[in-house]
């Protein structure tokens, strides 16, 4: 069974500070996914990452992807107020079990004046 | 162009009654999805379709769950009966094949 695991699962940051949030995950995957949701909103998209080493950006939010290690990462430069959200990685299996995502438990990200 | 669309946004009622809960999804997509959202169990996949037919139906907790695709612009998930650990937020999603799901806002049912 695919389990996906993000660390930190809460974070609280200053405006203007640097960090970074961890997405593993246990199994093979043929794309990784990045979602924001807002609190009491619908989830929106933010990066799909489709093979090792891809890095997408927009704006402060940098994600990249390293299969062999199963691990995704999200980081965050000079974070502002608005940024604070919850953000879910989810993975998904290919060939026939295209639709199955599986997403990590969330991290809470508020940023601080 | 409009997004995922959900009916109703809010469904408070009573333990045992049937509850539908309703999607249409962006023209065009060709695959669904239905997942439920708790702050215990998180963002779980309940059940997807492509091409109106049910792929994998796995996730869904039980027999009281039911789901439909009668077309390509319609869905419907069924709870009957309904229980109060049912009460979470339903989302449904859509997507044009393998690309980023676009997702509805949801319907957040309270079970009493």
């Known amino acids: 069974e695919l389990k996906v695991e993000q660390n930190p699962l809460f974070l609280s940051m200053q405006e203007g500070k640097n960090y970074t949030i961890y997405c593993n995950y246990s199994t093979t995957s043929d794309r990784l996914y990045w979602y924001r949701q807002d609190p009491g909103k619908s989830l929106e998209s933010l990066f799909v990452l489709l093979s090792n080493g891809a890095v997408k950006q927009e704006g402060r939010l940098m994600a990249s992807l390293d299969t062999k290690a199963r691990l995704s990462t999200l980081h965050i430069t000079a974070a502002v107020h608005d940024l604070s959200a919850t953000y879910f990685c989810?993975?998904?299996?290919?060939?026939?079990?295209?639709?199955?995502?599986?997403f990590g438990q969330g991290t809470i990200l508020t940023v601080h004046p | 162009d409009a997004g995922v669309i959900q009916s109703p946004r809010h469904e408070v009622t009573e333990m045992g009654q049937e509850v539908t809960l309703r999607c249409k999804p962006i023209?065009?997509?060709?695959?669904l999805f239905w997942y439920r959202q708790t702050m215990m169990r998180g963002l779980e996949l309940l059940i997807y379709f492509n091409n109106n037919v049910p792929i994998d139906d796995s996730g869904m907790p039980e027999d009281r769950f039911s789901a439909k695709m009668p077309n390509a612009s319609f869905s419907t998930l069924k709870i009957q009966p309904s229980e109060p650990r049912d009460s979470a937020v339903y989302f449904c999603?859509?997507?044009?094949?393998?690309?980023?799901?676009?997702f509805g806002d949801g319907t957040r049912l309270s079970i009493l």
């Open positions: 999603a859509s997507s044009p094949g393998p690309k980023p799901q676009h």
């Open positions: 023209s065009g997509h060709d695959y």
């Open positions: 989810a993975v998904i299996t290919g060939g026939t079990s295209y639709g199955k995502l599986t």
